[in-house]
Nanobody, 123 residues
Framework: QLPLVESGGGLVQPGGSLRLSCAAP????????IGWFRQGPGKEREWVSC???????RYADSVKGRFTILRDNAKKTVNLQMNNLKPEDTGVYYC?????????????????WGQGTQVTVSS
């Protein structure tokens, strides 16, 4: 079992920035792909971004150019830098891990989940 803990959510105005952190205290991330998902009010959980164990990155079209995923295996963290936030980015953000290191977009393909952190973008 890979314990994942998210932090860094909060309330921000449109156009603002937040940095989310996903930590795996005491566990190596070397063999895992780590993805970020979000679930907006009344919506299904959707894939946002992913980092492979080879440090390749992927982004959903809706966040490309605004979000950056940053992986640090030594610190056992995968952060999501979110810039130019929009109201439609509002939701609970989850990080998730899957063994094997390959990024995939469907949530059922991830075995390990954090508890989520709330992001609200509103004026």
């Amino acid at each position: 079992q890979l314990p994942l803990v998210e932090s860094g959510g909060g309330l921000v105005q449109p156009g603002g920035s937040l940095r989310l952190s996903c930590a795996a205290p005491g566990f190596s991330l070397d063999d895992y792909a780590i993805g970020w998902f979000r679930q907006g009010p009344g919506k299904e959980r959707e894939w946002v971004s992913c980092s492979t164990n080879g440090f390749s990155t992927r982004y959903a079209d809706s966040v490309k150019g605004r979000f950056t995923i940053l992986r640090d295996n030594a610190k056992k963290t995968v952060n999501l830098q979110m810039n130019n936030l929009k109201p439609e980015d509002t939701g609970v953000y989850y990080c998730a891990g899957r063994s094997g290191g390959v990024c995939l977009q469907h949530r059922t393909l991830y075995d390990h989940w954090g508890q989520g952190t709330q992001v609200t973008v509103s004026s």
